[in-house]
């Protein structure tokens, strides 16, 4: 009886998954000729940057300087921070910003004391200076229109939604030497099969992973997919542990969380107890502008202090003209929920935000596997440390992307014969009746995550989610095997095994370092390395 094969076959020069500024930003820097595909797992608009709201660190004030915005960095990073990177990343950004204004990206304004236009730039944890450009609190936003309707004029690019990726596909499928990356396959939502295609590069520009836990700024595509994959395929991952947690998401019973930014910090907003007392000063000399792993222990430690399910954020003593010029979006926000933030403070928790470890890559975004490309959140450049600073993530993302662009368009591809390569085979699989396990599993791991591998962790804590993890990996496993694939089964096998990596890479860490807080190492090791775990060398 004949295999029963699904989806469609393509064949593209660049397959590029994820539609996020690091996805974009690497599909207009290739050349013309190439010819690409974007894979996207609802529609462009559903990574982490069209609701970044903070913006973007650059040096572009006189009295700032390139050398200051290095070492905030590696202050942030808590000694961690590969300081050749940082130095890579800083030194590209005003030429990066200027990319971004021919691109058509409005940046906010202010007029100078001299009557001269110039760039508002703010302040937010741990710069020392006003280096953060913005486009008021909708950052990403603009920068994800803007590159959005760009890309829309390349004929050369052809956008997948509602397509998600299962695994790239390396050489030794066919028996190659040396091994080198050659495709996807990806799960076409709408038809429901599964598609391949067979690249000569593919870029992993999938965002985090902090849809692991059960509380998150982001949407929910974070869902740790480039990492999961690059992990399977046989790529290296370091410093999963360093997980930033943002300070400030509105709490509220009807809304999914909301990122407040730290913008509003910047600008005079204070934290303080339900009872409106502030505890910031008690934590660090910088207060409320320190960097985002104090601030985030800080509240988890007064919540547990005084039994509070939330703090408050306040910038109600600022003119209410200011705050709604400047966090129009958050304002209107919080509106919707009958807040008005110019009177009232704001309820907020922190939830998880950024995932600081992932693959890793070199200056050129290049994995440990040729052809295979890792960009923006979902690698591990050695940028952000122990802890990313404020405003770094956008300025690596797009840095990377424009690296890896060049670096593609230097490289001559390995010739692959098409009809070679297998498309997927449902033949030993049915239809789930049984989707009730998924949906469990989703809420068990979340929690777990949330109450074990949080912002403080115990090895106690770490050890029992191992044992939970490995357990719910093999049921998922099972389910795998045996059953068709959809989005949700997809996307929980990549957060359990990235999870699994978190896990591993905290035990590993036996001290206190930046965003990695565990009770039985509350030092620093007198020893500074990076967490690398080796497929090959695992456990």
Not at 138 to 160: M, P, Q, V, W
Not at 277 to 286: G, I, L, R, S, V
Not at 464 to 489: G, K, P, T, W
Request: aromatic content about 8%; proline content about 4%; some cysteine.
């Amino acid at each position: 009886m004949p295999a029963k094969i699904s989806g469609t076959r393509h064949k593209v020069d660049v397959l590029i998954i994820g539609s996020g500024a690091a996805g974009m930003t690497l599909a207009l820097n290739l050349p013309g000729i190439s010819n690409i595909a974007m894979l996207c797992k609802e529609n462009s608009n559903d990574g982490s940057t069209y609701y970044a709201q903070g913006g973007m660190a650059a040096v572009l004030d006189e009295y700032d300087s390139m050398e200051s915005h290095i070492e905030d960095t590696l202050i942030a990073g808590a000694g961690l921070c590969h300081r050749d990177v940082v130095q890579f990343v800083v030194e590209q950004s005003p030429n990066l910003i200027d990319w971004l204004i021919t691109m058509g990206t409005n940046f906010d304004r202010r007029v100078s004391s001299s009557g001269k236009s110039e760039f508002h730039l703010t302040q937010e944890g741990g710069h020392s200076h006003r280096r953060v450009i913005h486009a008021a609190d909708a950052t990403g936003r603009e920068i994800s229109n803007r590159l959005g309707s760009a890309l829309s004029k390349r004929s050369n690019c052809t956008i997948y939604t509602n397509h998600i990726a299962i695994d790239v596909i390396t050489s030794d499928t066919l028996g190659g030497s040396p091994k080198h990356c050659i495709g996807a396959y990806a799960l076409n939502m709408e038809t429901r099969k599964v598609d391949l295609f067979q690249a000569d590069y593919v870029v992993l520009a999938t965002g985090g992973a902090s849809k692991v836990y059960l509380y998150t700024s982001n949407p929910d595509t974070a869902s740790g997919d480039g990492i999961a994959m690059a992990w399977r395929a046989g790529c290296r991952v370091a410093n999963l542990e360093f997980n930033q947690f943002h300070p400030t998401c509105l709490f509220h019973p009807t809304a999914r969380s909301f990122l407040i930014s730290e913008a509003l910090r910047g600008e005079g907003a204070r934290l303080c107890l339900p009872d409106g007392t502030p505890f910031m000063h008690n934590f660090h000399d910088e207060a409320e502008l320190a960097p985002r792993d104090i601030v985030a222990r800080a509240i988890d430690h007064e919540m547990k202090r005084v039994g509070c399910d939330f703090v408050l954020l306040d910038i109600s003593h600022k003119p209410a003209a200011f705050t709604k010029k400047h966090f129009p979006n958050i304002y209107s926000k919080c509106l919707e929920f009958d807040l008005d933030i110019t009177q009232e403070p704001i309820p907020i928790v922190p939830a998880a935000h950024y995932t600081c470890g992932g693959v890793m890559t070199d200056l050129n975004g290049r994995t440990d596997i040729k052809g295979l490309y890792a960009i923006g959140e979902t690698s591990f450049t050695g940028l952000h440390g122990a802890n990313r600073m404020a405003s770094n993530s956008l300025l690596e993302c797009m840095v990377f992307a424009r690296s890896a662009a060049a670096d593609i368009a230097t490289q001559t591809a390995p010739v692959v014969n098409m009809k070679s390569l297998p498309s997927w085979d449902e033949s030993q699989v049915t239809a789930s009746q049984e989707d009730v396990i998924l949906s469990h599993n989703w809420e068990e791991l979340r929690r777990l995550m949330w109450d074990y591998v949080g912002i403080v962790r115990s090895n106690r804590r770490l050890q029992r989610a191992r044992r939970r993890i490995h357990l719910l990996q093999q049921e998922i496993s099972d389910y795998y095997r045996y059953f068709r694939v959809n989005s949700d089964l997809i996307e929980l096998r990549n957060l359990t095994q990235v999870a699994e990596l978190i896990v591993h890479s905290a035990l590993k860490r036996q001290e206190s370092r930046g965003l990695h807080f565990n009770q039985d190492y509350p030092e620093l090791a007198p020893d500074i390395h990076d967490t690398i775990l080796e497929p090959l060398n695992y456990r």
